[in-house]
């Protein structure tokens, strides 16, 4: 379907209009930072025809300006949607910073629909009336608390959809899928990022960079849009002084925290280092699906070989499970594979179990390999449920505590039947006496 993006300030009514138009009551609270932003997509019908809404959302209260937020709207705007809807307060009038807008929208040349929202009653049009000085066209006089005028927005709106939008299948249902991009200093982060955005994009956010606060990057790879969390982290230029390492560190967890599939980068011109492996942990201790890029494979040689696989087998083997791409950020090379590789862990990491498939397995499983008896007791398990997704959490009833070498062969044997190639699993117990 095409994709309408809405624009606008915070509070000037943007989430009431999102709500209005799905035909929904309950509010979106967009001033709670971070409450939005997981949600960016809607679909949404009108007089038959289907579209999909973007909200630009987003907006933090932080010490960061306004401006570099209303450019991240504009840019988000600018690459996926195929209207434009920007919405304005109208019992406030105009601002510097709608005006802002305004000049963006100017660049980006798609069709824009100016919402004057809050005119409540015929009375205050006159109010809709003055933004026709923003030279965006007619501005649509709208309440979109009570409705008003916004039915006739619509059809005029429909009139501007696409037959076929641009973009509409690269945007998953949920949203774009949000991905962390991480690692040590120096071991390719940015260089990827910029090679998945593509050489064009590199110029404007090495600009933008140098005042954008930590901030999303959408970057369309295999047909679909990716959100990139955190990036301005890793654009910006890394100065090795004092404490760097713990500001790296920081910026990894805030990465994560937001992350649903981390990409954790390695370099293979130089040893797997205790950092390396720290934040390794690090994602799977919060519970994010794994991708392993081993990057700067143009310097790979026959030593560096040797190594690898030693490092593979000693420092990784806890993370055997995670699919691994070998890449160079410097020239691209394999940066195809990362899109199957992304697919396999979240696909993994949003899996659910049946009970019934869960039990079955492990009845045949505790037939086979019994726990061993341990002073003259056999702990049996019950019943075993899944009990949430993302990442896959198990729960085994048992008559007993389990010895942690079975449930670590449990565990095993739970990836290889159910295949959660990509995902960390935790599979925890209760006794019942
Ligand atoms: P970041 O700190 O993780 O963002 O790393 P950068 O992207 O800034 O890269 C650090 C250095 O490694 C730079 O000098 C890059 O040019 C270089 N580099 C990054 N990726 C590759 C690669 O695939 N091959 C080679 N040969 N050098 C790379």
Not at 31 to 60: H, K, L, M, S
Not at 386 to 396: E, G, K, M
Not at 412 to 419: A, C, H, I, K, S
């Amino acid at each position: 379907p095409p994709v309408v993006a809405i624009l606008g300030r915070p509070n000037v009514g943007k989430s009431s209009l999102v709500n209005r138009i799905l035909g929904r009551r309950e509010a979106v609270v967009e001033d709670v930072p971070g409450v939005t932003r997981d949600r960016v997509t809607y679909q949404a019908e009108w007089a038959g025809r289907e579209f999909t809404i973007v909200d630009t959302g987003g907006w933090e209260h932080d010490a960061k300006g306004i401006h570099a937020r209303v450019a991240e709207q504009a840019e988000i705007a600018a690459d996926l949607a195929d209207v434009v809807v920007f919405v304005v307060d109208a019992a406030v009038g105009p601002t510097a910073t709608d005006e802002g807008v305004v000049k963006l929208l100017r660049r980006i040349k798609k069709p824009v629909f100016l919402i004057a929202n809050k005119i409540d009653d015929f009375n205050q049009e006159p109010e809709a009336a003055a933004l026709w000085s923003l030279g965006m066209g007619k501005p649509y006089p709208v309440s979109a608390i009570h409705g008003r005028g916004v039915a006739d927005f619509l059809d005029d709106l429909m009139e501007k959809l696409p037959e076929h939008s641009a973009y509409g299948g690269m945007i998953p249902s949920g949203g774009p899928r949000r991905v962390a991009l991480i690692g040590r200093p120096n071991v390719g982060k940015s260089s990827l990022l910029n090679k998945l955005a593509g050489s064009e994009r590199v110029v404007v956010d090495n600009l933008a960079g140098t005042t954008r606060d930590p901030v999303d990057e959408l970057i369309e790879l295999g047909g679909r849009v990716w959100r990139f969390v955190d990036t301005a982290g890793i654009r910006r230029r890394q100065h090795m002084s004092q404490g760097a390492d713990y500001y790296a560190s920081l910026r990894t967890q805030a990465a994560l925290e937001k992350a649903e599939v981390a990409v954790i980068l390695l370099a293979v011109d130089e040893r797997l280092s205790e950092q390396d492996i720290r934040i390794l942990n690090t994602a799977i201790e919060a519970g994010r699906a794994i991708v392993l890029a081993f990057n700067k494979w143009d310097l790979m040689d026959e030593d560096r070989r040797r190594y690898l696989e030693r490092e593979i087998e000693q420092d990784l083997a806890h993370v055997e499970w995670a699919p691994r791409v070998n890449i160079s950020a410097k020239t691209g090379w394999h940066k195809d594979r990362l899109v199957p590789a992304l697919d396999t862990a979240l696909e993994s990491w949003d899996k659910r179990i049946s009970t019934g498939k869960l039990n079955a397995f492990l009845g045949e499983l505790v037939a086979a390999n019994p726990h061993p008896v341990r002073g003259g007791k056999q702990p049996r398990i019950l019943f075993a449920t899944q009990v949430s997704a993302r990442p896959p959490r198990f729960v085994l009833f048992t008559t007993g505590f389990l010895d942690p070498g079975y449930r670590r062969f449990i565990t095993r044997r739970l990836r290889e039947t159910f295949g959660f190639e990509g995902t960390p699993i935790e599979v925890s117990m209760r006794v019942r006496e």
